[in-house]
């Protein structure tokens, strides 16, 4: 692993300011408005409250659509010929890999501290294990979104493909019950969208599986093996998707 590659990568990203407002001050800001900026806010939820519901979903938000973007450029630069570049310098594949997953996981947190540092001053409330379980269970499922936007970085081949992949995480959190609490067929459909089991999983801490439907209503606990298995089932997916794209891509050449 290459300190200084991983420190010019991260200065690169950080310093793209479009990039920075949509993987940070946006999740933020949806936390602000639909959490704690509600009159319901302080209402219990499970082990905390509704601010600490709302805010775990938009902290895994941002951290899906962090690791979304350096999963698609990743794709985008290796397909552009940025690998043949590296191939002259001392860096080697697995170094490369190494690199970005650590500036993947470093951006994915990012999101996650900032909106958990929002947390307190807000009025969000939950059990000290609470705070520390979710988190993990963000940091270490982003990893599945960067698999996500290599994707899609592999099927358009541009820039683009990173706008794409952003534009359709936003349904998907709409899907996946993260955005507006979900009834009926919508629910029973957002049960089998990856968003839905990210953050199930990262909520399970809080609820104890317990969801609220569109009108307020308590739902049946949903055991834990429910969250686990959508998160694998959609790792699995990506990572087929992603590994028949890069066999696409060489049957070309």
């Excluded at 170094?95 to 909106?115: D, N, S």
């Excluded at 807000?122 to 599945?144: F, I």
């Excluded at 541009?158 to 019950?177: P, Q, T």
């Excluded at 919508?186 to 009108?215: C, E, Q, W």
């Amino acid at each position: 692993m290459n300190p200084t590659f991983i420190g010019l990568e991260l200065r690169r990203v950080i310093r793209d300011v479009p990039a920075m407002f949509f993987i940070v001050v946006l999740p933020a800001f949806f936390y602000l408005v639909f959490g704690a900026g509600q009159d319901y806010s302080d209402q219990p939820a499970g082990n905390g409250n509704v601010a600490m519901y709302v805010l775990i979903a938009m902290a895994g938000y941002g951290a899906a659509t962090a690791t979304t973007g350096i999963g698609g450029f990743a794709a985008v630069e290796r397909l552009q010929g940025w690998g043949r570049q590296l191939g002259l310098t001392p860096v080697r594949d697995r170094q490369l890999v190494a690199a970005k997953t650590v500036v993947a996981l470093a951006l994915g947190v990012l999101p996650i501290c900032v909106v958990f540092a929002l947390g307190p001053a807000t009025g969000a409330e939950a059990d000290p294990g609470v705070w520390l379980l979710s988190g993990l269970a963000l940091a270490a499922g982003a990893v599945v979104w960067s698999l996500y936007g290599l994707c899609f970085g592999l099927a358009f081949r541009s820039e683009a493909a990173v706008s794409i992949g952003s534009g359709v995480l936003v349904v998907l959190a709409f899907l996946g019950n993260i955005f507006i609490p979900l009834s009926g067929t919508l629910l029973t459909i957002a049960k089998f969208t990856p968003l839905y089991g990210y953050v199930g999983l990262a909520r399970h801490p809080l609820t104890d599986g317990v969801n609220v439907d569109g009108s307020g209503r308590q739902l049946a606990a949903e055991p834990l093996w429910v969250p686990v298995a959508n998160v694998t089932a959609w790792t699995v997916v990506f990572a087929l998707v992603a590994t028949w794209l890069i066999r696409r891509g060489r049957s070309r050449q």
